[in-house]
């Protein structure tokens, strides 16, 4: 089971989040058949959705989506997590598989790519509203690049650790994955910083540690010298879990246009949908495609879909449409 630990330590002046993730990222990875360059990136990215919305958010409704796009062969990667333990994401390009790096590690760095940004949206309940803020990459390895953004965009300076290992073998298997972050809190005593500074340079391969012990040796590790104070009574459990659903599926397809659906009847019989968060797919059958037809409105100019009754607005009057034009929807 993958699952969070939440701690404290220096007299409550330095905050602990921790996560053992080795079962979601092989469940993640499995769906997409992701490579081990492609799926260390995956994984990374998922875990470290999953420990920012613990630094975040507040309300179990909200979401925090952490998208890094370097102009790397990856194509980008994704990941959309909750305070309720649950994440989904994709790599644009999962089958990406690159030369391991002179150190014998996986190339990371070098599948995301590092001429673009990290980029964090803030989902806020109970409608959605969205705030997105975003730091130019420091190396597409992940962990070092949510450091960034915490202190440049948050002006948290935080220690993160992000790692996926892999087995032996030609299709290696999931060995762990996890994350920490360890965040000094404004009052923290200098002495107490020095020493977690050092400690983190002291600690080894946190995937090693999980293999090898726990999450918790990994926590106290980290706080040698600091008291870590545990504040999970019971471990938050963790899953790759998705939203999609038939329903969503169905609605889908209607951004295609009629003409296009009754195509989709006529060559296939129907029509399979894919969700991309989470590889799962769907058949949907001619009948359910036919009932999609409502009244709605399209761009005359690219057949984008505007507006569809019943539907909750996807644009604003006024907006520009993808392929430039101004946007003008029924009063």
Known sequence: MSYLLRGIAAGGTVRVIAADTTQLVKD???????????GAALGRTLTGAILLSHVLLKDHRDRVTLKLDGGGPLGGVIADAGLDGNVRGYAK??????PLRPDGKLDVGRAVGRAGDIEVIRSQAPYGDQY????????????EDVAAFL??????????????????????????AGGI????????????VTLLEANVRAFGQLTDVLHQGSLLEAMEELTWGLDLELLTR?????????????????????????????????EDGGAEVVCHWCGQRRWIDPEPIRELVRPEVRCPDCDALWY????????????????????ALPS
């Open 93 to 98: 390009a999962p089958h990406t598989e690159l």
């Open 151 to 176: 202190v440049e965009s948050e002006q948290v300076p935080s220690a993160v650790l992000l790692g996926v290992s892999f087995g032996p073998g030609r299709a290696p298997p999931v060995r762990s």
């Open 132 to 143: 997105a803020s975003s730091v130019r990459l420091v190396s597409g390895e992940v962990a």
């Open 28 to 38: 993640a990875l499995d769906r997409h058949g992701a490579s081990p360059t492609a």
């Open 308 to 327: 569809r009754e019943g539907v909750t607005t996807m644009v604003r009057d006024g907006e520009r449409c993808a392929c430039g034009r101004t946007l």
């Open 181 to 192: 972050v360890l965040q000094p809190l404004p009052g923290a005593d200098p002495a107490a």
């Open 234 to 266: 019971d471990a938050l459990p963790l899953a790759f879990r998705c939203r999609c659903s038939d329903e969503k599926a169905l609605e889908a397809l209607a951004y295609f246009t009629p003409d296009e659906r009754e195509r989709m009847i006529t």
